[in-house]
């Protein structure tokens, strides 16, 4: 497809595990950017991908999230031994460089700590 | 510190009233861009809109127009004839000199038949 693509859609596990979410940029889009979304809540900004320059991991909110991103294609956002307050749809977007240019959502992934 | 606000959690109109949307942000820097969101109840956000912080004009395409004023640091989003499809959360965002999305809390529209 043209657009930005998530997977999971969903993600049931228990707490304590690690899991992966996964993102695959429009073709073309030099920046990659993930953000979490809390039930009833805006977007908070998680890290953030440009081109061949380091990551700015600056909303990571511990040193249990991190990710990775392979050259200008797809992205792992990985959380190690998850706690129940990881449950969010976590978000991913992709723009071409530049920081007013837009940035196109994917539909998400749903992660569910039980 | 870089800040926006959507002060209305949630609005209700019956369709084909107008609806303004409010979005106040907040930053030092004097180059930044505004952005519009739509976010419907299948979840996928959409985006409306862009402006840069060096262009006051305002915008209209449809039934969506949008009013930024520097003056007051707000960038409004206004829905004339609105209709039950418009229902959605709206989410303004800002950014500054890094590539990060700076994201109001929502406003959560409800447009009834």
């Known amino acids: 497809g043209a657009g930005v693509s998530q997977s999971p859609s969903n993600k049931v596990t228990e707490k304590g595990k690690d899991v992966e979410l996964r993102c695959d940029p429009i073709?073309?889009?030099?920046?990659l950017y993930w953000y979490r979304q809390r039930l009833g809540q805006g977007l908070e900004f998680l890290i953030y991908?440009?081109?061949?320059?380091?990551?700015?991991k600056s909303g990571l909110p511990s040193d249990r999230f991190s990710a990775e991103r392979t050259g200008e294609s797809v992205s792992t956002l990985t959380i190690q031994r998850t706690q129940q307050e990881d449950s969010a749809v976590y978000l991913c977007?992709?723009?071409?460089?530049?920081?007013?240019?837009?940035?196109?959502f994917g539909d998400g992934t749903r992660l569910s700590i039980l | 510190a870089q800040k926006v606000t959507q002060a209305q959690t949630e609005i209700s109109v019956v369709e084909k009233e107008d609806v303004t949307l409010d979005c106040v942000y907040e930053?030092?820097?004097?180059?930044?861009?505004l952005f519009w969101y739509k976010q419907p109840p299948s979840g996928e956000l959409v985006f409306l809109i862009r402006?840069?912080?060096?262009?006051?004009q305002n915008e209209i395409s449809g039934r969506y127009s949008w009013n930024f004023q520097k003056s007051t640091s707000s960038f409004n989003f206004t829905i004339t004839a609105s209709q039950v499809v418009d229902s959605a959360v709206y989410f303004c965002?800002?950014?500054?000199?890094?590539?990060?999305?700076?994201f109001g809390q929502g406003t959560t529209l409800q447009v009834k038949p």
């Open positions: 977007a992709s723009s071409f460089i530049g920081r007013g240019q837009p940035q196109h």
């Open positions: 991908f440009q081109g061949n320059s380091a990551p700015d």
């Open positions: 965002a800002l950014i500054v000199r890094t590539g990060k999305l700076i």
């Open positions: 930053t030092r820097d004097t180059t930044y861009y």
């Open positions: 073709s073309g889009h030099t920046a």
């Open positions: 402006r840069n912080s060096f262009d006051e």
